[in-house]
């Protein structure tokens, strides 16, 4: 499997409150992904990053901000937490851009 | 617009059963193509790719999938089911156009139930 370690697996948070998840990879890939998934809308690209600092929007990337500073992390964060942001995160990261994915084990998020 | 379509929410086959599981895509040019199966509280796992060549490739726990360019599809097969294979499976499809740009594009998924 490829070493992808998503921290932290579940958090409960409050409306308006900060949130940061974290992507930690082994595998030195360029490219690192957060997507999230919701019943009914399968997985939808939030942010991406095809280098340390580099990085870019995806489908869903509003209320979301995402920041990579060495190779092998890359943090998701939601500036002031809403109830629509509960959701499972996943981080995936890939060696060459649309190529074969691999996927961390998920974030379950709840914002009460 | 891309797009990756999975017709089917929700399948039920009996085990030792064959299965298909339906994905079309929609693209300006051939597409590489995925599967992955996720299983209950999991992330998603890679079954199989395709990128070019031989359109019927195989993948792991005896899965293949045949790229067929006339009906847009690539369609998941399995000659015989078991009751592990129970999960989500998800197609997806991405263009590599070169540099930074576009994303892998999922489908909503198939959930697979095995009848014993």
């Known amino acids: 499997d490829a070493g992808i370690t998503q921290s932290p697996r579940h958090k409960v948070t409050e409306t308006g409150t900060p949130v940061t998840l974290r992507c930690h990879q082994t595998?030195?890939?360029?490219?690192m992904y957060w997507y999230r998934q919701d019943p009914g809308h399968g997985l939808r690209l939030i942010h991406y990053?095809?280098?340390?600092?580099?990085?870019d929007k995806g489908e869903v990337s509003d209320g979301y901000s995402v920041s990579r500073s060495k190779t092998e992390d890359f943090l998701l964060t939601l500036e002031s937490a809403t109830s629509s942001q509960t959701s499972v995160y996943f981080c995936?990261?890939?060696?060459?851009?649309?190529?074969?994915?691999?996927f961390g084990q998920g974030t379950r998020l709840t914002v009460v | 617009a891309q797009s990756v379509t999975q017709p089917d929410i929700h399948i039920t086959v009996s085990e030792g059963a064959s299965l298909e599981l339906r994905c079309n895509y929609s693209?300006?040019?051939?597409?590489?193509l995925f599967w992955y199966v996720q299983s209950p509280g999991q992330g998603l796992q890679l079954l199989l790719k395709?990128?070019?060549?031989?359109?019927l490739v195989q993948g792991i726990k005896g899965f293949e999938a045949e790229f067929k360019r006339s009906q847009s599809s690539f369609n998941l097969r399995k000659p015989s089911v078991h009751w592990s294979d129970a999960a989500e499976y998800f197609c997806?499809?991405?263009?590599?156009?070169?540099?930074?740009?576009?994303?892998?594009?999922f489908g909503k998924g198939t959930k697979l139930s095995v009848k014993p």
């Open positions: 693209y300006g040019a051939t597409p590489y």
């Open positions: 995936a990261i890939s060696e060459v851009m649309n190529t074969e994915a691999f």
């Open positions: 595998e030195n890939h360029r490219y």
């Open positions: 990053s095809y280098g340390v600092k580099d990085t």
């Open positions: 395709y990128f070019s060549g031989d359109t």
């Open positions: 997806a499809g991405g263009v590599n156009y070169g540099g930074s740009q576009g994303n892998l594009i």
